[in-house]
């Protein structure tokens, strides 16, 4: 019953669902372009602002922006940019009769193909709707003398994997993923709660050994701090992305696996999790790493995981939940606090700003939270600036006609929109310091 009511929301959130507001005629306008719209009175964020421009804010309140997954529709079967008619002919001359059949057969069987892989997608999706159903059953009270906690610090190289993996456990996207690194750039505090259990993880930026085995000298203040907090966490788990030690191994990597690991320590579980398993081909490699590390009598545990794609992160959960202590939450587990809420905030505009924007620019850029309202109406109004020292930057982070910013704002603000539950107003504004 639960998956037949699970199906049914995911029918409906396949088919194409009426807007609330009527589809501006000139949405595609607004889509390609931040530029606000003219007869629109209430804008007057940046008209005064002629050295930034106009193009550089991105309102949402100034687009109409269907639900989730408007941009492109990936189940359409692409469209021939040829006639067929000349195609068939030009076939039927170079190849002979049987092509035709051959690609009637090609197209029936890609076909076939795609109808499998939706149907899987479906089964998966209904099943892990009915396992949420049953998680937003299981909300109840639990009485503080009832309550275990623990907290787990995450620490790795960059881009070893560590934020993903925050995500996939908490099952929200608490701290931005990318393929570049150092893109942690606060410890973000993910909040886990099932049953009488919650689990606290912290997410510490990419804590590195130099490959002597000693703390960065260039980081030292920033590092030091985080270092100090390290050994306050009930587990820590020590992670690294197992397909780059077995083609690139890095020293450091190793020093900080090994410094870990030298020997156990008196307060704390400490667990060596072998991350991006599904990147490598071949299993007996998997062995041979692991085989590497296995005598360190610092790690209680090894996992095998890949945190982007969920393997093995079940029993690391299950591991996890066991290790709770009887202590009392420390978080609200069924509201987010407001500063995990501001963090979201700037973490997704972050995460947004990475997939659109190359180059080293938001590295470069100092990005802001300006405002932050919650209104009347419940909804959340977001101002967030995006200071760059460049004209250059300036001009690439806005695009033609203000299209990149336009775009990195309408993405983020419906991702904000499902995370928060709620409207949100978000308002990106591109400044020259
Ligand atoms: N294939 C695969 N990719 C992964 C996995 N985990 C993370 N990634 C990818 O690796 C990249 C880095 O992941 P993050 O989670 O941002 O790494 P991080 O350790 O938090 O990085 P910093 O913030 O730089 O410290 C992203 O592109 C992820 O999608 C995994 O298990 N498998």
Known sequence: MKALRALRTITATLSPK?????????????????????????????????????????DSTHY???????????????????????????????????????????????????????????L?????????????EEEVVVKEEDQKSLSVGIIGAPNAGKSALTNYMVGTKVAAVSRKTNTTTHEVLGVMTKENTQICFFDTPGL????????????????????????????????????????????????????????????QKRILCINKVDLVKKKKDLLKAAKQFEDLPGFERY???SGLKGYGVKDLTQYLMEQAVKRPW??????????????????VVRERLLDHVHQEIPYQIEHRLID??????????IEQHLITHKLSQRKILVGKNGSKIGRIGIEANEEL?????????????????
Request: charged residues 35%; without cysteine; proline residues 6%.
């Open 124 to 136: 998966e999706a209904a099943l892990e709707a009915a396992d949420d159903e049953d998680e937003e």
């Open 372 to 381: 932050w309202k919650e209104l009347r109406d419940g909804s959340l109004r």
């Open 330 to 347: 420390d978080e609200d587990p069924f509201t987010l606090s407001e500063e995990v809420m501001k963090n979201i905030s700037l973490e």
């Open 64 to 122: 109409t922006v269907p639900g989730l997954g408007f941009e492109t529709n990936s189940q359409a079967p692409q469209q021939p940019t040829w006639d067929e008619k000349y195609r068939e002919k030009a076939d039927d001359l170079i190849f002979g009769k049987d092509t035709q059949k051959r690609k009637l057969k090609i197209l029936e069987e890609e076909e076939e193909r795609r109808r499998r892989v939706l149907a899987k997608a479906l």
């Open 18 to 58: 009426p807007h609330k507001t009527p589809l501006n005629p000139t949405f595609l306008h607004h889509f390609y372009s931040a530029q606000p719209q003219e007869e629109d009175p209430s804008h007057n964020l940046n008209s005064s602002d002629s050295e930034n421009g106009p193009d550089s804010v991105f």
């Open 208 to 267: 590195m050994l130099d490959k002597s085995g000693y703390i960065h000298k260039d980081m030292k203040v920033r590092v030091e701090s985080a270092w100090s907090s390290v050994n306050l966490y009930d587990v820590l788990i020590v992670i690294f992305d197992v397909d780059r030690h077995l083609t690139r191994p890095d020293q450091r990597v190793i020093k900080l696996i090994q410094h870990m690991g030298s020997q156990p320590h008196p307060k």
């Open 417 to 433: 929109r499902s995370i928060f539950k709620r409207e949100v107003h978000l308002i990106l504004q591109v400044r020259l310091k």
């Open 303 to 305: 996992f095998m995981i």
